[in-house]
């Protein structure tokens, strides 16, 4: 860690892997424990909160001193680096650890994680989620010790055999109860939790789906509830759901009538897929389904992985975490799932080439819900203009910062981007962004180094022109 370094995370501000402590203290420590459950991260002693370097006193013990601390208080055990960087006489210690390997770390009995810049106290469940995702398990693979054999259906299982062999080049020609031990959902005698869902001989509220169709927020008309075998449950909500929305026919002038729904069913199968494959089955609240005439909500018990947002998931930019590895290989196997990660994209894109908004993404209370809505709706125009108007805030904020940097460049032509970062405000890498633009427009040119050269404005573009 330099100097360049230090100035750069300062002009930067906190983040989820950056955090500023006047002085070493027991919040430094839970931050450290906090970095290391998610991406790693630094914790600069000597800076205030609002990135002034204050400095610190060291003495030749004071840094063993403060990693002897980190050690004693966490577990599993982190040790983090240590750099002293001193600007103007004064020090400023750079303590960083990496996301460690084997999840979840404490602090005195507490686990923390990164969230943004701030840590969150994680609750039993994100830290069970935590540790089977770090282990490379998860929570269907365990064995069940509540359900034997005796509570799936090996007919169900043959239905599965079957449904495989029409992709498989080579088809299974194993029993039911030996294609469960190969799958890993029968071991040591007892079934895994991911067998009893799948293969239910009967009935569970342990699966409970609740189906509605409202004709107002509070007024229902129609209702319904599954505790099937999870496969069944695809079914029986897609039936569900169609059943209370329209479909036309369209003359083509091909032989058939070509059908059109109100919405695309395969992307709203997608939705129930995922809803079903990734819920949190461990919870008491049941997933759920309502329908109403401009559109559909998915509440799905279990929020996202920790670390993954909604941001992440819309953009692609992030490595599928499956809650529910086993049920989701056998919906693989039977090619209801085609790959992980990959559903989000072709639903959007599917609701886009329908003439139809984006769908809503959102995580509410303990659970992600999905929101669906119908061409002609309130809800979907509101959301229109909302998407129409953060696009032209967005536009009009990079203008302003294109403007600001070339007028700070007159007044300096050797400022570098750290520099125009703490002058105006702007993170280090918007600022590298729009200098990069500003180049690429031939609007502006670096000459020489990027130390000790000097920038060139090419053209002088009025206000709001660039």
């Known amino acids: 860690m330099n100097n360049d370094q230090l100035l750069a995370a300062l002009a930067a501000g906190e983040c989820e892997t950056v955090e500023f402590k006047a002085s070493f203290d027991k919040e430094a420590i839970e931050t450290l424990s906090a970095f290391a459950n998610t991406k790693g991260g630094t914790v600069f002693v000597g800076v205030s909160d609002t990135g002034n370097i204050k400095g610190v006193s060291l003495s030749r013990e004071t840094i063993q001193g403060w990693i002897n601390q980190i050690k004693m208080s966490t577990s599993n055990t982190i040790i983090p680096d240590a ?3 001193t600007i103007d006489s004064k020090s400023v210690v ?3 650890v990496q996301e460690y390997p084997i999840k979840p770390v404490a602090c005195k009995g507490r686990y923390y994680r990164r969230v943004k810049n701030a840590n969150h106290q994680m609750t039993v469940t994100e830290v069970v989620n935590l540790h089977l995702q770090s282990c490379n398990t998860s929570w269907d693979y365990y064995l069940d010790e509540h359900h034997s054999e005796n509570d799936i259906s090996l007919d169900k299982v043959q239905n599965f055999i079957e449904m495989a062999n029409r992709l498989r080049t080579v088809p299974i020609s194993d029993d039911p109860l030996t294609v469960l031990q190969k799958y890993e959902l029968l071991r040591e005698g007892k079934i895994a939790r991911a067998a009893f869902f799948l293969f239910m001989a009967g009935e569970s509220a342990l699966s409970a789906i609740e189906l509605g169709r409202f004709q107002s927020e509070t007024d229902i008309k129609d209702g319904s509830r599954l505790r099937t075998d999870l496969f ?12 209370h929305i329209n479909r036309a026919y369209i003359i083509t002038g091909n032989p058939q009538r070509e059908e059109r729904w109100d919405y695309p069913l395969d992307a ?8 079903i494959i990734h819920r949190d089955y461990a919870s008491s609240s049941d997933t759920i389904v309502k329908i109403f005439d401009e559109r559909i909500e998915i509440y799905n018990p279990g929020r996202l992985p920790t670390g993954l947002t909604v941001e992440m998931l819309l953009s692609g ?3 599928s975490t499956l809650r529910n590895r086993k049920i989701a290989d056998m919906f693989k196997e039977v090619g209801l799932v085609e790959k992980y990660g990959s559903g989000i994209g072709r639903i959007v894109q599917a609701f886009k080439q329908y003439g139809l908004p984006e769908p809503k993404f959102e995580e509410i209370s303990d659970g992600f819900m999905v929101t669906v809505y119908a061409a002609g709706s309130d809800a979907a125009s509101q959301r229109k203009d909302s998407q129409k108007s953060s696009v032209k805030s967005s536009v009009k904020s990079s203008v302003k910062s294109s403007v600001k940097i070339l007028e700070a460049i007159q007044h300096n032509k050797a400022v570098t981007a750290v520099e125009l970062s703490q002058q105006l405000g702007l993170t280090l890498r918007a600022v590298e962004k729009q200098l990069a633009k500003l180049k690429l427009q031939g609007a502006l040119k670096r000459i020489g180094p990027d130390k000790g050269g000097e920038w060139e404005i090419i053209e002088i573009m009025e206000k709001g022109k660039i």
């Not at 069944?232 to 059943?243: H, L, R």
């Not at 709203?268 to 809803?275: C, G, K, P, W």
């Open 83 to 85: 750099d002293i960087i």
């Open 94 to 96: 750079a303590l960083f």
């Open 232 to 243: 069944a449950e695809v079914t029986g909500v897609m039936e569900f759901i169609k059943k």
């Open 268 to 275: 709203l199968r997608e939705i129930v897929l995922n809803a």
């Open 317 to 319: 930019a992030y490595r």
